[in-house]
């Protein structure tokens, strides 16, 4: 069965370093997914993607995350200069319309 | 705004009874909800979804339940087996492709 895979499975960076966190989509879903989940809160959108660009961006998604689907397969979320507050689990989702389906996470520790 | 909010932070059931997980949303609006299921470390896992023509939907061993008189979501799981141990969200779509998220319910299954 396809699945959202995600690399790495946990990076870690020190504040002001910039990160990027990679993702590989199920093969034929059109629209793609960043969210983050704060240890021990809920999973909350960041941003979606389709036909190559951003569709929705929420209030997180400010101008220090960006995203990119340089090829076919792979859809990224870059941090340019990480905060403290920016550790989390980031889960990537692609979905063949409503059905989204998440891949299993990057821990990000911003130390 | 949007909120989608759950009743039981925490739930216990014995092995072989059923459970039923609730969930509050505030938006009437919202025309697409999902029941997701997230394991310690993982990312969350599809169940079972919903549109808001619609007033229940099976699949296996699972059953999801709207109200939305009273914009309320269930998911009832049959016959509970301790890999059902997990934390469950209900996620809801209001217009646009995003999903909002619950806070999570927690059920333990007792052997």
């Known amino acids: 069965e396809p699945e959202v895979t995600q690399t790495p499975s946990h990076q870690v960076t020190q504040m002001g370093q910039e990160v990027i966190l990679r993702c590989v989509p199920i093969s034929n879903h059109l629209y793609f997914y960043w969210y983050r989940q704060i240890l021990g809160q809920k999973v909350e959108f960041l941003v979606s993607?389709?036909?190559?660009?951003?569709?929705?961006k929420s209030e997180i998604f400010d101008d220090q995350f960006s995203v990119e689907r340089p090829d076919g397969s792979n859809f990224t979320l870059k941090i340019r200069s990480t905060k403290l507050e920016d550790s989390a689990m980031y889960f990537c989702?692609?979905?063949?319309?409503?059905?989204?389906?998440f891949g299993p996470g990057t821990r990000l520790t911003v130390t | 705004g949007e909120s989608v909010g759950l009743h039981l932070p925490t739930l216990s059931v014995q092995e072989g009874d059923n459970s039923i997980i609730n969930c509050a949303y505030s938006n009437s609006a919202s025309d697409y909800f999902i029941w997701y299921k997230q394991e310690s470390g993982k990312g969350p896992q599809f169940i079972i979804d919903i549109r808001s023509n619609m007033d229940k939907r099976q699949g296996q061993r699972v059953t999801v339940l709207l109200n939305k008189t009273v914009k309320h979501l269930s998911l009832q799981i049959a016959a509970t087996q301790p890999g059902d141990s997990a934390v469950y969200f209900c996620?809801?779509?209001?217009?646009?492709?995003?999903?909002?998220f619950g806070t999570g319910t927690r059920l333990t299954v007792i052997p």
């Open positions: 996620a809801e779509r209001a217009g646009a492709n995003n999903l909002f």
């Open positions: 989702a692609s979905s063949p319309l409503l059905e989204q389906y």
């Open positions: 993607f389709y036909n190559n660009e951003i569709s929705e």
